[in-house]
């Protein structure tokens, strides 16, 4: 099993900063794309941002050129630099991650592979003055 876990949510005036870090941890074989979700009350889940395993990223037009997505593979971590917050960006942030994990019988003589997609549990961000 693949666990992930955020943390870096806050309470920030408008203007402020935030950065927001995942860690996976678990039966990882290989993490392929990683992605930053968010909900606000009353709204749908979207999509904030993404990163490839190669470091391609994209993100959703309201957040381009304040947020920066990142990833360290070797740490299995993703992180979230949010600039210039605005009201609107309150919301509880989501991370999600796709890809294998490797997992073994009783004996270790045998190999699984299997594909995941985990979330974490989820951390506010609050932008208020």
């Known amino acids: 099993q693949v666990q992930l876990v955020e943390s870096g949510g806050g309470l920030v005036q408008p203007g402020g900063s935030l950065r927001l870090s995942c860690a996976a941890s678990?039966?990882?074989?290989?993490?392929?794309?990683m992605g930053w979700y968010r909900q606000a009350p009353g709204k749908q889940r979207e999509l904030v941002a993404a990163?490839?395993?190669?470091?391609?990223?994209n993100y959703t037009d309201s957040v381009k050129g304040r947020f920066t997505i990142s990833r360290d593979n070797a740490q299995n971590t993703m992180y979230l630099q949010m600039n210039n917050l605005k009201p609107e960006d309150t919301a509880v942030y989501y991370c999600?991650?796709?890809?294998?994990?490797?997992?073994?019988?009783?004996?270790?003589?045998?190999?699984?592979?299997?594909?995941?997609?985990?979330w974490g549990q989820g951390t506010q961000v609050t932008v208020s003055s």
């Open positions: 999600n991650a796709d890809g294998v994990s490797k997992t073994s019988n009783a004996h270790g003589t045998s190999w699984y592979f299997t594909d995941f997609n985990s």
């Open positions: 990163i490839s395993s190669s470091g391609t990223t």
């Open positions: 678990g039966t990882i074989f290989s993490i392929y794309a």
